[in-house]
Nanobody
Framework: DVQLQASGGGLVQAGGSLRLSCVASGFTFTNYAIGWVRQAPGKAREVISCISPSYGTTYYADSVKGRFTVSSDNAKNTVYLQMNDLKPEDTAVYYC?????????????????WGQGTLVTVSS
């Protein structure tokens, strides 16, 4: 049974930090790219970061580049998203998702499996 469990969201003031975690189970972790996808109210889903646990390569959207860092602990089947210098426009539900294949995936529609999402709210 494939599962992606995202956690770590919460309420934080602008300029603050949060670390999201995504624990994967039920599939071979290193055969997938793991992405962080967020959806703000009234907006489309956006892939903000992606990592290939097998290759160690990463992708960041321009909106988060320099502030967010994605990493993986392959022994724990876990991907992290360290979010620093948070801004009110980062407020969204954050999902982790898995795409079969080791290449980075920038398009939400290409992901095969999705977690349940964790809410991040940044107050000004």
């Amino acid at each position: 049974d494939v599962q992606l469990q995202a956690s770590g969201g919460g309420l934080v003031q602008a300029g603050g930090s949060l670390r999201l975690s995504c624990v994967a189970s039920g599939f071979t972790f290193t055969n997938y790219a793991i992405g962080w996808v967020r959806q703000a109210p009234g907006k489309a889903r956006e892939v903000i970061s992606c990592i290939s646990p097998s290759y160690g390569t990463t992708y960041y959207a321009d909106s988060v580049k320099g502030r967010f860092t994605v990493s993986s602990d392959n022994a724990k089947n876990t991907v992290y998203l360290q979010m620093n210098d948070l801004k009110p426009e980062d407020t969204a539900v954050y999902y982790c998702a898995a795409d079969f294949g080791k290449d980075l995936t920038r398009w939400p529609s290409l992901y095969d499996y999705w977690g349940q999402g964790t809410l991040v709210t940044v107050s000004s």
